[in-house]
């Protein structure tokens, strides 16, 4: 089966950074990914990792980790817009998704 | 190019009805998962279809069940409708199953009540 562990709210200040891990045991894998979802709306890909490391896209960053189940989605510059869930999902080999429970990240002022 | 379409976007049902919900892919994806996601939670995968037949299922009962067209539309079912169903069903659409295909694209969704 799988597993899928991310912290269920966050804030943060606008302008700061913020840290988003995700920890996941799955019978399979074939690729982490990250979307944001506003209260609402459909998920919004974010980004994708099979490999270990880290990959950047502007202001996000995404790593992985699998020899420890881990990855972790990092926000810098944060902006009143980025108030949102975070939805970690593991891919498997058949391209079916399993996603956590997100992370309700609230941005201040 | 279009993108994942869902129709309706609400839906009020009473128990032990049945509903089924649309959803129109994005042009040239021949993949669609359906997800069950209730309020608070992350979405939950219900099935995925490929070129037409069913190609993986979650955790759901038989009651839920679906369809994909030729031209890669797909159909979500649910009969004998319980409180617990209200959720916002998404559906997403890919390009194949393999790992170049990884992007999954969400529509943006129906909200179903069930009373």
């Known amino acids: 089966g799988q597993n899928i562990d991310q912290p269920t709210e966050m804030t943060a200040t606008e302008g700061a950074i913020v840290q988003i891990n995700c920890t996941y045991q799955?019978?399979?894998?074939?690729?982490l990914f990250w979307y944001q979802q506003h209260a609402g709306e459909a998920p919004t890909f974010l980004s994708y990792?099979?490999?270990?490391g880290l990959e950047e896209k502007g202001r996000f960053s995404s790593f992985l980790s699998r020899s420890k189940g881990y990855s972790y989605l990092l926000l810098k510059e944060l902006q009143m817009k980025d108030s949102a869930s975070y939805l970690c999902?593991?891919?498997?080999?058949?391209?079916?998704?399993?996603f956590g429970g997100g992370t309700r990240l609230m941005v201040k002022p | 190019e279009t993108g994942v379409t869902q129709s309706p976007t609400h839906l009020i049902k009473t128990r032990g009805q049945q509903v089924t919900l649309r959803c129109s892919s994005q042009?040239?994806?021949?993949?669609v998962s359906w997800y069950q996601q209730a309020l608070g939670q992350g979405p939950q995968f219900i099935f995925q279809?490929?070129?037409?037949?069913?190609?993986g299922r979650g955790n759901f009962p038989p009651r839920f069940s679906g369809l994909q067209f030729p031209n890669y539309s797909s159909e979500l079912n649910v009969n004998a409708l319980e409180l617990d169903d209200s959720a916002l069903y998404l559906c997403?659409?890919?390009?194949?199953?393999?790992?170049?295909?990884?992007?999954?694209?969400f529509g943006p969704g129906t909200r179903l009540t069930v009373t």
């Open positions: 997403a659409s890919s390009l194949g199953l393999g790992t170049d295909a990884y992007e999954q694209y």
């Open positions: 799955t019978s399979g894998f074939n690729g």
């Open positions: 990792n099979v490999l270990d």
């Open positions: 999902a593991v891919k498997n080999a058949g391209n079916m998704l399993t």
């Open positions: 042009s040239g994806h021949n993949t």
């Open positions: 279809y490929y070129r037409e037949e069913e190609n």
